[in-house]
């Protein structure tokens, strides 16, 4: 099926404007000239956010031209939905007669991966017109290219809509923790009313609670507070009575992915401080932004996890009136997420992360028992939500993956209807 297609320089399809930045004397914020990009920093999802305007720009971009970073990281993709200034770090893709641009786009979507290889073998991580002009791909005629087009962009708007969801789902989310923890429940499960009923409320170190809630350490309610160990694992993930070691990106809001982990070589021991048990709160201690979770299960398949050092354990006393499932609830609360980002800027800056003390000073939200348990119910409604919405992202992103991967390379065919054929 693939003896009438040939492999064709992106050049003979294409032609190309390499970027220039401009004298900075004609760059502003103010909203003078031409919209300005620099390089990818400002791309968004599929469109640029651009911040800097340009009055006297040295190259543009047209409408509907591919936009491609061509310095590190190279082979970004968005679309040029507007005329921008373009600076160095950009290239514009023009595409000729023959082949329509919103086919392009998903063309190149597939085969920017190859630019990359190309420049990951350069001493500075960047391509030129010449490496754009000869990356080879399959050419598709121009009377499939509309068919394949248009299925490709309907997966897109799925993408597109779900992630909608997603992202509205969990501000709504956010906005409802914050009530929650600032308002709590009545004996109705219904918000309390702070201006209706101020006398149940009350002034606390996290600002006004209910008068029936304390502010407490957490340190004080911590009966074991230890960091992992990072070996040098395995890269792939481990089976069913194998040890392995979480990723720090297992772990996320209010919960963990158990199956992003590495393996323990076999010669190795698993070290008991490590060792991730059922109620277990897990506290990211480095990266961007401080993320806790807490081990609601421990999956049958694998059973046998450990935490990596750049992740904090603790679990809790017996005796503790903090339920485990409510700590990352008020762990995660802007009040006090605001408070650990404030002490972490006093902090050498080799540390990078919250320590041992930020942690055990933290003050924490301690509702009634019976308080918790409904806040929790009603968060868990809410990420449930939210994971089946991304699962069903991560669905759609699977199924443009493999359509991309048939109809660009022309190993799957559609005809002028529509209708793939094999």
Known sequence: MLSDLKTVPLGELASFEMGQSPDSLFVTDAGHGIPFLQGSAEFGAVTPQHSFYCTKPQKICEINDVLISVRAPVGTLNKADRVYCIGRGLAAIRFKKGTLPKFGWHLLNYWASELRKVAQGSTFEAIGKAELANLPIIYLPETEQQCIAEILDTIDEAIAHTSSIIAKLKQIKDGLLHDLLTRGLDENGELRDAIAHPEQFKNSLLGRIPKDWEIELFGEHIANLSSGWSPVCDPEPVVDGEWGVLKTTAIVWNGY??????????????????????????????????????????????????????????????????????????????????????????????????NYGIVRGTLVHIPPQNEQKLIIEIVNTYNSRIFTEETYLEKFRLQKKGLMNDLLTGRVRVNTSQKISA
């Open 257 to 354: 992915n158990p199956l992003e982990n590495k393996k323990l070589p076999s010669s190795l021991q698993p070290r008991e401080q490590g060792v991730v048990a059922v109620d277990d709160i897990l506290i990211t201690r480095k990266g961007p932004r401080d993320r806790v979770g807490v081990v609601v299960h421990v999956a049958s398949t694998p059973p046998n996890l450990m935490m990596p050092d750049t992740v904090f354990r603790i679990r809790l006393k017996a005796s503790s009136r903090l339920l485990p499932a409510f700590a990352p609830l008020t762990l995660g609360s802007l009040v006090v997420q605001k408070d650990w980002n404030c002490k972490k800027i006093g902090l050498a800056e080799a540390q990078v992360g919250i």
